[in-house]
């Protein structure tokens, strides 16, 4: 190690201290990678149901008008864009209660 390092560095000078140092907890990682998953799995959940929905409500009967629903432009931005003010509420909701839990 070069000197400057060993300046920076705190140096335990007895055992006490180095326990004391080995107990102190890490520092908290929010949103660490549970959340990730958590947020990403809602998202394609609300997609998914989103798109289900506006086209069941829109398209009732039969097949033909399911498909030809489906494959619309105009369709899709309208859905993606409630699907993503849907995710966006949601998680405005969720996330701030589960940060200070922990996933183990």
Do not use: C, K, N
Not at 35 to 52: K, W
Not at 55 to 63: K, N, Q, R, V
């Amino acid at each position: 190690m070069t000197p400057a390092l060993q300046e920076e560095m705190p140096v335990p000078e007895s055992g006490s201290e180095l326990a004391s140092l080995l107990q102190q907890p890490g520092p908290r990682r929010i949103p660490h990678m549970g959340h990730a998953i958590l947020f990403a799995l809602l998202s394609y959940v609300v997609i998914q149901v989103t798109g289900y929905a506006l086209i069941l409500a829109h398209a009732p009967h039969g097949a033909e008008q399911f498909r030809a629903l489906a494959h619309q432009p105009t369709f899709r931005v309208e859905s993606q864009a409630l699907a993503y003010v849907l995710i966006i509420v949601i998680s405005w909701l969720v996330f701030p209660l589960i940060w200070y839990q922990s996933f183990a």
